[in-house]
């Protein structure tokens, strides 16, 4: 991606999917050199199309309720949740874009082009491993969106043209219009391509919100643990150089002045990453365990293999957004707090003053782990994750009684 290019190889590749979804809804980051009309054009179109999807599916769910079509409800119910799901991110994030852009550029520019094998052997091992995650979040949202979305339309054709059944014609969700969008072919297709590009773009506004968010704590976290060997390699000698030092043996190592000037900007900047995404943190943790019930009643009432096996993407996509937030968490505290432990085997008693109030303070600080919250009150972590898996049991187990009750 070219508002990329600047930046190390590496570090542009862990972002670019996550760019890439959020470009599908014109969300554009670092691209604040624009144009007012060119960077914001697409806006009202797209603001149109989400807001017609909106109202008209709105305007269904009573319909559905009074003619008790439960099964249809079912059906409609997950992609009610995933709308306003994705609906309330876009009001969170599109608001911060010169904030996330801000934090991208400079991490970017503390991003090191130079490592020691075991930097090296570390970073390179995170990075794969978010690269993979974020391939895997990509996919499974592609999959399950298209095969959520196009079903109807292949059980339309084979019962009408294979199966030759007098078939109505169905479309991905039940909404209100203001004319029968199944009077003719022409109506239906232009109807069924209008609802598949208004849930693609809330799908990908959905899923790219959840992994630009991801992918720049983990990014974060990454960084501390580089600074971490940085601070290995810190001898007490080198307190009265800045930069890095040569030592006997013709290596470099960074000076006690260079760590504490990297550290402060990485603390700068989870504080940063935290006032950006907190809010978008509770916003997933809230409709995580909601969502993954409602993709399992629609399993209940589904009509084939090929709509239970969308639920089952349903629920998985919900559950590993959250598994990979929480992940990405844990190793962003524990990432930074490890810094106080690396301190503390640091031979400071070696140096001076200076430097063994330099380590104080930098052990003081490390005792207050740097983290990404919900709503600053609760740290992200795998605590959480283990609270919201059994929150979303008690639902599940909740909404399974009330069902086998009306069975």
């Not at 430097?355 to 919900?374: D, E, G, N, R, V």
Request: hydrophobic residues 45%; neutral net charge; proline residues 3%.
């Amino acid at each position: 991606m070219n508002v990329l290019k600047d930046f190390p190889e590496d570090f542009a590749k862990a972002l670019q999917t996550s760019f890439y979804m959020l470009q599908i809804f014109n969300v554009r980051y670092l691209e604040d050199d624009q144009p007012f009309f060119k960077k914001n054009g697409r806006f009202s179109y797209i603001s149109a199309t989400v807001l017609i999807h909106i109202v008209t599916l709105a305007l269904y769910i009573p319909e559905v309720l009074t003619r008790e079509m439960m099964s249809q409800f079912a059906y409609l119910i997950p992609s009610i949740l995933v709308t306003i799901h994705a609906t309330l991110k876009c009001l969170v994030l599109i608001p911060n874009t010169r904030d996330v852009s801000a934090f991208v550029k400079e991490l970017g520019s503390l991003w090191r082009v130079k490592f020691t094998p075991s930097q090296k052997q570390e970073k390179d091992t995170l990075l794969w491993q978010l690269n993979f995650i974020n391939r895997v979040s990509f996919w499974i949202s592609v999959i399950g969106s298209f095969q959520y979305l196009l079903s109807p339309l292949f059980e339309t054709l084979f019962r009408r043209f294979i199966l030759k059944q007098d078939f109505d014609l169905l479309l991905p969700f039940g909404s209100k219009y203001p004319f029968d969008p199944t009077k003719n072919w022409m109506i239906y297709i232009v109807v069924y391509i209008f609802q598949l590009y208004s849930m693609t773009l809330l799908v990908g506004m959905y899923m790219g919100a959840a992994l630009i968010m991801t992918t720049s704590c983990a990014l974060l976290g990454i960084e501390f643990l580089m600074i971490k060997h940085d601070l290995d390699q810190v001898e007490p000698r080198q307190n009265r150089e800045k930069g890095y030092v040569v030592d006997a043996d013709g290596n470099d190592r960074p000076s006690i002045e260079m760590f504490v000037e990297r550290h402060q900007k990485l603390l700068r900047l989870s504080r940063q990453l935290d006032n950006v995404f907190t809010g978008m943190v509770f916003i997933d943790v809230l409709f995580v365990g909601i969502t993954t019930c409602a993709f399992s009643v629609m399993g209940q009432y589904a009509r084939g293999p090929g709509y239970m096996l969308v639920s089952y993407i349903g629920i998985a996509s919900s559950m590993l957004t959250v598994l990979y937030l929480c992940y990405y968490g844990e190793l962003l505290s524990s990432a930074s707090s490890s810094i106080g432990d690396a301190a503390y085997d640091n031979l400071w008693y070696k140096g001076g003053k200076q430097y063994k109030m330099a380590i104080l303070f930098i052990i003081k600080i490390s005792q207050k782990p740097c983290c990404l919250t919900s709503l600053r009150h609760v740290v992200v972590s795998m605590t959480m994750f283990t609270k919201v898996i059994s929150t979303t049991w008690s639902y599940f187990s909740l909404m399974n009684s009330v069902y086998s009750e009306e069975q």
